[in-house]
């Protein structure tokens, strides 16, 4: 007789690990880990498209490895110098109007001081048209490493699929020494309103798209203010007119088959009962034949504040890129209430 259904059926029962298994402590850290990795994740674009090759080489620890289309670079000098030579010097107050990376897709295993992870982006221009142009789109296979209780990048491989663009590098492996942890209550607090935030600002995107008004006011504060060039509203019966003023009042059972919002690039920093955070936003629209068009690209820089319990902006201030914030209000300045 076959021994198979007999292994399976005692797989099945076996208890796997679960975490539910870990304690409260070994919980907390997992969720940091994971919050300093994708963090990383962001800074890593937001240097990149900054030229701010200092910030991002420091992202790499001091045996760290890049890997991708310029070839292989070891170590945070070595790596800045590469950036440097191929993309050119980063000049004093330099904003980019022209490009951006788009990050999303993390996927996060972390094992005590070594994390594996793989993310994909998107590499964003500027258009003749002054409309964002998807470019470039590829993943990242990532090896970090905690030392001193510090993530840093081990080693980052860089891929493109399209068009494909393969590094051929292997990937590398190894142990660092363990770090110690700060105090188990702050580190919760800290990564509850981490992902509370998150998820303010992943909620702004859905109520906006389904045309939800009151919703979308109430994740202000109660001096709340929207922000975009010269155009304010505070409070929230100001933000809501606006909006009506914008797309008129939606019928009841209204479902969006226009337009979505993406929203991306995370970063939250939190002190105490305020919060700052920037993310990135692309706005898609229906394009005449029905497939997607990318319409306007920018980013939101963000002020948050515990108010009652519940995290809410207090301000936010949406800024265009592509277009520019002067191209996109002239745009916006003929477009009529539906």
């Not at 303010?200 to 939800?212: L, S």
């Not at 002190?271 to 306007?296: F, I, N, Q, Y």
């Amino acid at each position: 007789m076959s021994t198979k259904p007999i292994i399976a059926a005692l797989l099945l029962l076996s208890p796997a690990p679960a975490l539910a298994q870990l304690t409260l402590e070994q919980r907390v850290e997992r969720m940091e880990a994971e919050s300093e990795i994708r963090r990383m994740l962001v800074e890593y674009g937001a240097f990149l498209d900054g030229r701010d090759y200092a910030a991002y080489a420091d992202l790499f620890a001091e045996d760290g490895e890049w890997v991708g289309g310029f070839g292989r670079f070891t170590g945070p000098a070595a790596i800045r110098a590469m950036l440097e030579a191929n993309l050119g010097p980063a000049e004093p107050g330099y904003v980019n109007k022209s490009s951006f990376h788009m990050l999303t897709n993390p996927l996060i295993e972390i094992d005590g001081d070594r994390a594996r992870v793989s993310s994909k982006y998107l590499f964003w221009t500027r258009s003749s048209e002054d409309r964002p142009t998807p470019t470039l789109a590829g993943r990242y296979v990532d090896e970090f490493v905690r030392r001193g209780g510090v993530w840093k990048i081990a080693r980052r491989t860089t891929w493109g699929e399209i068009p494909y663009r393969d590094p051929n590098a292997p990937v590398a492996a190894g142990a660092a020494p363990p770090s110690a942890a700060p105090s188990l209550e702050a580190r919760l607090r800290r990564a509850e309103d981490q992902l509370a935030i998150q998820r303010v600002i992943t909620d702004y995107a859905k109520h906006i798209d389904a045309q939800d008004f009151d919703a979308y006011a109430a994740l202000f504060a109660r001096d709340g203010v929207w922000q975009n060039g010269a155009t304010v509203r505070r409070g929230a019966a100001e933000i809501k007119a606006l909006l009506t003023g914008l797309f008129g009042t939606p019928p009841p059972g209204f479902v969006n088959a226009d337009s979505y919002h993406l929203v991306s690039n995370l970063e939250v920093n939190v002190d105490g009962d305020r919060a700052t955070a920037r993310s990135r936003h692309l706005l898609v629209m229906r394009g005449p034949d029905g497939s997607p068009v990318p319409e306007l690209a920018g980013f939101y820089d963000d002020e948050f504040v515990r108010e009652d319990g519940q995290w809410k902006i207090l301000r936010r201030v949406d800024h265009p890129v592509m277009p520019t914030p002067e191209e996109w209000r002239r745009e916006m300045a003929t477009r009529q209430p539906r």
